[in-house]
C-alpha cells in the first residue's frame, strides 16, 4: 500500500515557478515509478512528466519539456516537480501517481496509488 499527499500547488503568475512535493508512505516507494498527472477544468487527465525507480530515467510530456523538471528522493519518500516559466494553460490540479512498476509506465492506467492532487493557478 503506498498513499501519496501533493503539497506546493497555489497561485503563481505567467512566467514564475512553483515546486510540487509528492510524500510518500509504504515500503514499496523506492522500487516504483512514479509519475505527475494534470487536470484542467472541462479537460481530461493528461500525463506531465514520469520518473523511473532510481532517478535515472525520466518523460515529459511535450508542453512542459524544457520547462518542468521532476525527481525524487527515495530516502526521504518524496517525488518534486519543479515547474518554471509557468503558462496560464498550466492551470489544472496536479497529482501525483505511483506506478505498478520500476519502469516508467506506458499508460496511466499502469499506475495504481494516486494522490489527492493539488491546484496549480496560473494568472497572466
Known amino acids: 500500500q503506498v498513499q501519496l499527499v501533493e503539497s506546493g500547488g497555489g497561485l503563481a503568475q505567467a512566467g514564475g515557478s512553483l515546486r510540487l512535493s509528492c510524500a510518500a508512505s509504504?515500503?514499496?516507494?523506492?522500487?516504483?515509478?512514479m509519475g505527475w498527472f494534470r487536470q484542467a477544468p472541462g479537460k481530461e487527465r493528461e500525463f506531465v512528466a514520469a520518473?523511473?525507480?532510481?532517478?535515472?530515467?525520466?518523460d515529459y510530456a511535450d508542453s512542459v519539456k524544457g520547462r518542468f523538471t521532476i525527481s525524487r528522493d527515495n530516502a526521504k519518500k518524496l517525488v518534486y516537480l519543479q515547474m518554471n516559466s509557468l503558462k496560464p494553460e498550466d492551470t489544472a490540479v496536479y497529482y501525483c501517481?505511483?506506478?505498478?512498476?520500476?519502469?516508467?509506465?506506458?499508460?496511466?492506467?499502469?499506475?495504481?496509488?494516486w494522490g489527492q492532487g493539488t491546484q496549480v493557478t496560473v494568472s497572466s
Open positions: 520518473i523511473a525507480w532510481s532517478g535515472g530515467i525520466t
Open positions: 509504504g515500503r514499496t516507494f523506492s522500487s516504483v515509478a
Open positions: 501517481a505511483a506506478a505498478r512498476t520500476p519502469l516508467i509506465p506506458g499508460g496511466e492506467y499502469e499506475y495504481r496509488y
